[in-house]
């Protein structure tokens, strides 16, 4: 199925469709435009030579498991996909299988914290794409994720865009891209009007799945002596703004505003 160019979420009703049709179809949408993007991933972590195979893979936040098909597909020989949607892992569990039947002996998703996952070592990959900007206990993911990486495995990161960037806000809040949003604008203001635009009672940006990461914070994750990094990036990508971003990052006083992404593999000691 090829990419929708109407965002999934915003698909329309077909006519005579059930609601339970069009969230089917919202959901497939959606993996395929994943899917897709899955080429932007690893572009952006160009040069970064990860070899999936026969690797053991943790996909964290995998929403609906269109990463970590792609791992499957690269040679990998076990895939768990984790998420705390129920409804996508739900889709992945159901869809995957279906779509990939060649791999579906290599992949499980489950609907899981990464704290239930037992034993230590047990993976040589976990993955996190677009997932880190929206973990409220960044410290506490990290040491999970080197509990469960066997010593020389690699935690790969994307995550974009990061919350005092220029649309880092995700649209949650007034849902109208007003660059750096939260950034000059008074929080209780913009928790004000962001309760009257959703409906419902924000009084902080965890309420709307958003961290407040920075790269200072980012980089203050991962101790040197239990991480080493293979690769940092930032704003990866070709896209002209992102250009001049990265050269106004430079200036330690507008690197939080200017940085868009982080992309990342680490090695744990």
């Not at 269109?66 to 892992?89: E, F, H, M």
């Not at 290599?106 to 034993?119: K, L, W, Y």
């Not at 409220?136 to 020389?152: N, Y």
Request: with cysteine; glycine share 8%; aromatic share 10%.
């Amino acid at each position: 199925m090829a990419p929708t160019t109407v965002a999934p979420w915003r698909l329309q009703p077909a006519s005579g469709e059930t609601q339970h049709d069009l969230q089917q179809r919202r959901d497939r949408a959606y993996f395929a435009w994943q899917l897709a993007d899955t080429e932007v991933f690893w572009r952006r972590l160009s040069g970064a030579a990860i070899d999936f195979t026969g690797a053991r893979v943790l996909e964290l936040g995998c929403g609906h498991g269109a990463l970590s098909v792609d791992a499957a597909a690269k040679g990998a020989a076990q895939v768990l996909g984790i998420d705390l949607d129920d409804q996508r892992i739900a889709f992945a569990q159901t869809h995957a299988p279906q779509a990939y039947p060649n791999l579906a002996q290599v992949m499980a998703f489950r609907c899981v914290d990464i704290a239930a996952i037992e034993g230590e070592a047990g993976f040589d990959i976990v993955l996190c794409k677009d997932t880190f900007e929206h973990i409220m206990d960044l410290p506490g993911v990290v040491a999970e994720v080197h509990r469960l990486l066997r010593p020389g495995g690699l935690f790969v990161i994307g995550t974009s865009p990061l919350y005092y960037s220029p649309f880092g806000d995700h649209g949650r809040y007034l849902g109208s891209g007003i660059p750096w949003l939260g950034a000059w604008m008074p929080e209780p203001l913009l928790f004000r009007l962001a309760s009257v635009k959703q409906r419902t009672k924000i009084a902080s940006a965890a309420d709307v799945g958003l961290n407040k990461m920075t790269p200072a914070r980012f980089r203050a994750l991962f101790a040197p002596n239990a991480w080493d990094v293979r690769m940092l990036r930032y704003n990866a990508g070709d896209k002209r703004l992102l250009r001049a971003l990265s050269a106004l990052r430079r200036l330690r006083s507008l690197e939080t505003l200017c940085t868009v992404s982080i992309y990342t593999v680490l090695m744990r000691r």
